[in-house]
């Protein structure tokens, strides 16, 4: 006799669970967080102005749906050139805020930092300046052949100890002879100060000197014929 099974029936049910703001959140095919976060910095760490190889301390908002969302995790990144950063992660705390140390590099630039959580990001900038100057060197030829009582421009440069341009620095200018435009000019945003040289009417051999206060001195070398 042919035996007849029953037919076995499995129902299943799935249940979706609600999530508030903060945690985890939710994530895409690739496994992505894709959860709209809102980030944002205060407007004094947005872009700051500090010495090179400045430590700060950075902190971002992070908010879903209006409220500042809790146990976020903030991902931090200063790509190459633009400094680096205490963590690459950091969480939210209950009042949403994410923070670590961004330590900037010893180049004189605009470094940017960006901190992202799910789909929102925020860009943070801090510009760098030079550090004391250490050195002054010719930016322009340091010996010269004129014809008698014609002028040259003569240019120094002054950089920090990581070869950064220092402006506003004061140069003062001395010649053996000849005449100088100024007897002082003040270092642009290249690091720069010129004076032009007027040598005098007969053919002389002329020394052209460059000093700034704690730095060694640069001469430059003028032959008139």
């Not at 950091?90 to 960006?114: E, Q």
């Amino acid at each position: 006799m042919r035996r007849l099974l029953p037919l076995a029936l499995s129902i299943s049910a799935a249940v979706a669970c609600g999530s508030g703001n903060g945690g985890s959140g939710s994530t895409g095919p690739s496994g992505a967080n894709t959860t709209p976060y809102s980030l944002s910095a205060d407007s004094a760490i947005l872009d700051r102005t500090v010495p090179i190889g400045t430590s700060l301390e950075t902190s971002v908002h992070v908010a879903l749906n209006g409220q500042p969302a809790a146990s976020v995790t903030v991902n931090w990144v200063a790509t190459a050139g633009n400094g680096s950063v205490s963590a690459s992660t950091s969480p939210t705390d209950a009042n949403g805020v994410a923070s670590i140390v961004w330590k900037l590099s010893d180049t004189a630039k605009v470094s940017m930092l960006t901190a992202t959580a799910g789909t929102g990001s925020v860009n943070i900038t801090a510009t760098s300046t030079p550090g004391p100057p250490t050195a002054i060197s010719a930016a322009s030829a340091d010996s010269t052949v004129l014809v008698a009582g014609a002028s040259t421009l003569l240019s120094v440069r002054v950089v920090d100890s990581f070869g950064n341009r220092v402006p506003g620095i004061q140069v003062n200018w001395a010649a053996s002879g000849g005449s100088l435009s100024t007897t002082s000019s003040t270092t642009g945003s290249a690091g720069n100060a010129d004076v032009v040289f007027m040598t005098g009417t007969a053919p002389a051999s002329y020394s052209v000197t460059a000093t700034a206060p704690g730095l060694t001195p640069i001469s430059f070398k003028v032959v008139s014929f």
